[in-house]
């Protein structure tokens, strides 16, 4: 099993991914990620980002970005594929300049640290 290698703000970085990407699938098909799309994910995420998670810490994570997800997606979301690729720096990477982005990002701090 894998040390974690994660910090505070590392954690929060993954957690925003993990609640865009299931915003992301929500607008696109109508649907909330599956278990294997969100464990799909936080592996590229992780590989993507040199980290590693133990599975304790991936299931917090998947657990919370279930969680997170349907309360953000209350607020203004693109829908089409256009705006949610200006979300994205590269494929793997968000765009933390996004102000989408930086209050999703705002919201998982605030989790993490209450968590």
């Known amino acids: 099993m894998p040390e974690s290698n994660l910090d ?3 954690r929060a970085e993954l957690l925003c991914y993990l609640v865009v990407s299931h915003l ?3 607008a696109m098909v109508g649907e909330w990620l599956t278990v294997e799309q969100i464990y799909e994910s936080a592996r590229i995420w992780l590989r993507a980002n040199g980290g590693s998670a133990d599975w304790p810490e991936r299931l917090q994570l ?3 970005s279930l969680e997170l997800a349907p309360r953000i997606a209350v607020l203004p979301f ?3 594929e256009a705006s949610l690729g200006k979300l994205f ?3 793997w990477q968000l ?3 996004s102000a ?3 209050g999703i990002y705002d919201a998982c701090e605030r989790d993490l640290r209450g968590s």
Do not use: L, Q
Request: proline share 5%; glycine share 0%; charged share 50%.
């Open 62 to 64: 998947a657990r919370m």
């Open 95 to 97: 765009d933390y300049r």
């Open 89 to 91: 720096a590269d494929r």
């Open 78 to 80: 693109p829908k089409d």
């Open 8 to 10: 505070a703000e590392a």
């Open 24 to 26: 992301v699938a929500r």
């Open 100 to 102: 989408i982005v930086r």
